[in-house]
């Protein structure tokens, strides 16, 4: 289904318009009068990963280039990756990718313009179409949280306006005023759907229309978000902890926001296929831009940690020849994390572990919310006094909820209950302080986000928490005075094309520096 939704999306939007009035001398031609909701709706979810050109492009710029190899999921040689050594560079300028450039490639131009085009044609009959409205404000909450996650003070209010306002240099708006915004909109959106108003089941590549499903979805993204907020404002996190918890969270991994590609062409193929496959931009271990692997920070914690996932997300030994794979070795005794921060690796690249095969073919699902963050994230609140429960019972229910989600990329891959007892046992929750379990759970949250491609909210919580401890390199000519950058450095063209907001939110958050703390990430 969702191989036919986006072919007719694409002949809906290329096909020309057939009318003999020409007295409508501003009607285009070349255009449908109008596009079904169920559309745009199944187009949006396909591009919080990538951009309309490049499915690609978002995906690996934000998250391989920088987040991943910053919190040492990800190590490369050479400077393209630039992530591993916190370097910049405004000719290549993939700190602000992610972000969007007049180029039409990033997430401005295409996510959260669809978003944006979405929630005002559905609020034209939003009471016939309360629940693509409703999820359309819910995919926005998701995008810009991890927009304002990355660079702080972002347009937000007047973002995606262009077509229908002429806003073509939105304000840049302050984090604080963003993150209650899309609070209360997680909270409406939440609210407002409706199992006895239509439903878009067929547009849906996540839940297929459940409204259940959709509804915890909205409160468990407010629970990661009023998280966030645990070092500037616990008074209001906790609040909105308890106003999520309430309302009811995933409660399975069959609930656990995931999109499912079918594979083939670029528009249906996971973005981290893309990325990681033959013939594209990475070929584990030969040099295009640089190699990528999986770094030695991560691969050794998790060989003490005895984690059952390692042979299954890493190999040794991998090799592409066009559009087939040979896979590698993935017994944990050869598994070999780069170290990051090097230009020449200490032994042959070859012998350093890759992504195995199986976690990135062409229709690997995307896991963006998962039920094992929720139930970490719950342990921790309870934790720090924010709900009552056993923090030590919703700490195991993720551990066996993260090695149970690794079924999604292929059934193989799902654990025995001998083998969620063994983790569970070999990583207990530990006793002690509050900073002792905020630990143990981070690291947790640290394991699977590498496990699925997540290093946006890997970054954010370590910048929330700075759990897992991690060891910065100080690379030659870094741009953040040897530290783990705290945000990435907006596109250079908007110092050209937004001059006057550009401006205004430099002189109201900061300098445009990695080093620049933002508003939740209080020093």
Not at 160 to 171: E, H, I, K, M, N
Request: glycine share 8%; net charge negative.
């Amino acid at each position: 289904m969702i191989r036919k939704i986006c072919i007719l999306s694409c002949l809906i939007l290329s096909m020309a318009s057939c009318t003999k009035d020409f007295n409508k001398i501003n009607v285009d031609p070349t255009q449908p009068a109008s596009v079904p909701l169920d559309y745009i709706f199944g187009q949006s979810q396909l591009l919080f990963a990538g951009s309309a050109g490049d499915p690609g492009y978002t995906t690996w710029r934000g998250n391989f280039i920088y987040a991943m190899p910053m919190v040492q999921q990800f190590a490369s040689l050479g400077s393209f990756y630039s992530g591993d050594k916190y370097l910049f560079s405004a000719t290549n300028d993939a700190s602000g990718a992610y972000f969007g450039t007049s180029n039409g490639e990033g997430n401005y131009p295409n996510s959260i313009k669809n978003l944006v085009n979405l929630i005002y044609l559905a609020r034209q009959d939003s009471v016939t179409n309360v629940n693509i409205l409703s999820m359309a404000r819910i995919l926005k909450v998701l995008q810009m949280s991890i927009m304002t996650d990355m660079y702080g003070d972002i347009p937000y209010f007047q973002a995606g306006l262009g077509y229908l306002s002429s806003v073509y240099s939105p304000a840049y708006d302050k984090q604080q005023d963003i993150y209650m915004d899309m609070l209360n909109e997680l909270d409406q959106a939440g609210s407002a759907l409706s199992t006895s108003a239509y439903i878009p089941s067929a547009a849906d590549f996540a839940y297929q229309g459940d409204i259940g499903k959709w509804k915890h979805f909205a409160n468990s993204l407010m629970l990661r978000l009023a998280m966030r907020l645990q070092k500037v404002d616990a008074t209001t996190a906790q609040a909105w902890v308890n106003k999520a918890l309430t309302g009811g969270v995933m409660t399975s991994n069959d609930e656990s926001y995931i999109i499912i590609y079918p594979g083939g062409a670029s528009a249906t193929t996971n973005p981290n296929s893309y990325n990681l496959g033959p013939s594209n931009k990475i070929t584990r271990g030969e040099v295009l831009h640089g190699n990528i692997q999986w770094s030695k920070t991560l691969i050794d914690a998790m060989k003490a940690r005895q984690d059952p996932r390692l042979s299954q997300i890493a190999a040794v030994g991998e090799t592409s020849a066009g559009t087939g794979t040979t896979p590698g070795d993935n017994s944990p005794g050869v598994q070999k994390g780069l170290p990051n921060g090097l230009d020449v690796s200490p032994d042959p690249i070859a012998t350093y572990s890759v992504m195995n095969i199986n976690i990135y073919t062409d229709n690997a699902p995307d896991i963006i919310l998962s039920y094992a963050e929720v139930e970490f994230l719950k342990a921790e609140a309870i934790e720090r006094g924010w709900f009552a429960g056993t923090a030590a019972t919703e700490y195991r229910n993720g551990q066996a909820a993260a090695l149970q989600q690794m079924a999604s990329y292929t059934p193989t891959y799902a654990p025995s209950a001998g083998d969620i007892t063994a983790y569970q046992a070999a990583n207990p929750y530990p006793g002690g302080t509050l900073d002792n379990k905020v630990e143990a759970i981070q690291t947790e949250l640290w394991t699977l986000f590498a496990c699925t491609f997540n290093g946006y909210e890997a970054w954010a919580d370590w910048r929330r928490t700075g759990f897992p401890v991690l060891t910065p390199v100080n690379y030659v000519g870094n741009a953040s005075n040897g530290q783990i950058p705290r945000r990435l450095i907006y596109p250079t063209e908007q110092i050209t094309l937004s001059a006057d907001a550009y401006k205004a939110a430099i002189a109201a958050q900061g300098p445009d520096l990695f080093t620049t703390h933002m508003w939740w990430d209080a020093q």
